[in-house]
C-alpha cells in the first residue's frame, strides 16, 4: 500500500488567533474545527487552513520560517520513506493528536517547516 497525496493546508502566521478566528469567520464563513490559545484550525466546505502564533520574538514556534502542511492518506509508507532516506528521525511520528491527526515534521534548508499529516477521523 502507498501514501496517497490528498492536498496542502497553509499554516497562516497569526499574532492574535481569537482575533483572528473571529476575522475567518465574519468576514470569510469558516468555521472552527479546533483552536487554543497558539493553534487554530478553520474549515470551509474543502478548504482547510490553519492559523499559528506568531510574534517574530525567540519564544515563536515559526522560527522564522513558513509553515506547509500536506495532507495525506496512509501516513505509514512515506514516513518509513523519509525515515530510510534520513529526513525524519523514528520517534517522530505523533499518533492522535489532541486536534485528530497522525503526523509527523521537519525543517528543510530554509527552516521552513514540513509537515506531514492524516485526518484519523477518516482512517
Same mark, same amino acid.
Given at each position: #500500500?502507498?501514501? /496517497?497525496?490528498? !492536498?496542502?493546508? %497553509? @499554516?497562516? %502566521?497569526?499574532?492574535?488567533?481569537?482575533?483572528? &478566528?473571529?476575522?475567518?469567520?465574519? $468576514?470569510?464563513?469558516?468555521?472552527?474545527?479546533?483552536?487554543?490559545? #497558539?493553534?487554530?484550525?478553520?474549515?470551509?466546505?474543502?478548504?482547510?487552513?490553519?492559523?499559528?502564533?506568531?510574534?517574530?520574538?525567540?519564544?515563536?514556534?515559526?522560527? !522564522?520560517?513558513? @509553515?506547509?502542511?500536506?495532507?495525506?492518506?496512509?501516513?505509514?509508507?512515506?514516513?518509513?520513506?523519509?525515515? *530510510?532516506?534520513?529526513?525524519?528521525?523514528?520517534?517522530?511520528? $505523533? &499518533? *492522535?493528536?489532541?486536534? $485528530?491527526? *497522525?503526523?509527523? !515534521?521537519?525543517?528543510?534548508?530554509?527552516? *521552513?517547516? &514540513?509537515? &506531514?499529516? /492524516?485526518?484519523?477521523?477518516?482512517?
Amino acid at each position: #500500500m502507498t501514501t /496517497e497525496l490528498l !492536498g496542502i493546508i %497553509p @499554516v497562516l %502566521p497569526s499574532a492574535n488567533i481569537e482575533r483572528d &478566528i473571529t476575522w475567518y469567520k465574519e $468576514k470569510m464563513g469558516f468555521e472552527i474545527y479546533f483552536s487554543d490559545s #497558539m493553534y487554530a484550525v478553520l474549515y470551509r466546505e474543502n478548504i482547510c487552513l490553519h492559523l499559528q502564533w506568531h510574534a517574530d520574538t525567540s519564544e515563536d514556534p515559526l522560527l !522564522g520560517g513558513s @509553515v506547509l502542511r500536506i495532507y495525506v492518506k496512509n501516513i505509514q509508507p512515506i514516513f518509513t520513506e523519509l525515515v *530510510n532516506r534520513g529526513t525524519v528521525a523514528q520517534d517522530s511520528l $505523533k &499518533i *492522535n493528536t489532541p486536534w $485528530k491527526t *497522525n503526523e509527523f !515534521g521537519f525543517f528543510d534548508l530554509n527552516e *521552513n517547516a &514540513i509537515f &506531514i499529516m /492524516e485526518d484519523t477521523l477518516n482512517t
